[in-house]
């Protein structure tokens, strides 16, 4: 009978034991869960701002890279415009100054002359470079002898490149033919034409 008894209660503790254990087990199985889980739940959170940031990242780069491009276009567009103009602004120098030479200079007073001064006794006066001076005075005075002046005066200027500035009928009609005058209207006109290839127009 105690025999008995004793293996009831051997029995009844190995069963609350084995309650015990198993309860334990799945306690400590549902905490692992929850802390593998809370894990998971991070790490994605975690790998979706990295993601995230990577992409924000990319498009920063592939705008800067744009931008950079963008301007390194418009910086050669610039410097290619600007080295054009400068060798149009020497091409256009160079033939303006071979143009004008003192015939060409003294045909030009004839036509001028003829045209607007009717006084014998008018004047006309030409303003031209030193280096001209002497060839363009006798010139003119070959090249008037048909017309109503007979005496014009031919003034040397240190400050002239080349050229002539023409001054009719006592002063009131003037004319600038000097090689600045003329290079700047040539190289505005010949500028805006570069400006349009440039621009595609």
Same mark, same amino acid.
């Given at each position: 009978?105690? +025999?008995?008894?004793? %293996?009831?209660?051997?029995?009844? #503790? ?8 198993? /309860?334990?087990?799945?306690? #400590? ?7 593998? *889980?809370?894990? #998971? ?12 940031? +990577? ?21 050669? &567009? ?16 160079? /033939? ?10 003294? *045909?030009?007073?004839? %036509?001028?002359? /003829? ?8 004047? &006309?006066?030409?303003?031209? /470079? ?25 003034? +040397? ?5 080349? =050229?002539? *500035?023409?001054?009719?009928?006592? =002063? ?13 209207? #040539? ?12 621009? =595609?127009?």
């Amino acid at each position: 009978m105690m +025999a008995d008894e004793l %293996q009831s209660l051997l029995e009844k #503790i190995n069963a609350e034991g084995v309650k015990k254990a198993e /309860a334990e087990r799945e306690k #400590i199985v549902g905490d692992a869960k929850t802390e593998a *889980e809370g894990i #998971i739940s991070a790490a994605k959170t975690e790998a979706e701002g990295i993601v995230s940031a +990577a992409k924000a990242e990319s498009e920063a780069l592939r705008a800067r890279a744009e931008s950079a491009v963008r301007q390194a276009a418009r910086d050669a &567009v610039l410097k290619l415009k600007s080295e054009l103009e400068e060798r149009l602004k020497s091409a256009v120098s160079g /033939a303006a100054a071979q143009a004008l030479d003192p015939s060409l200079m003294a *045909e030009v007073v004839k %036509q001028l002359a /003829a045209k607007f001064v009717a006084d014998p006794d008018g004047e &006309v006066t030409v303003r031209c /470079a030193v280096k001209d001076r002497d060839v363009l005075d006798a010139a003119l005075k070959n090249a008037l002898t048909d017309s109503l002046v007979k005496n014009p005066k031919v003034l +040397a200027d240190h400050a002239m490149a080349g =050229g002539l *500035e023409l001054g009719v009928d006592n =002063g009131r009609l003037y004319f600038d033919f000097s090689l600045e005058a003329v290079n700047e209207v #040539i190289g505005a006109y010949a500028g805006e034409q570069l400006a349009g290839m440039l621009g =595609g127009k």
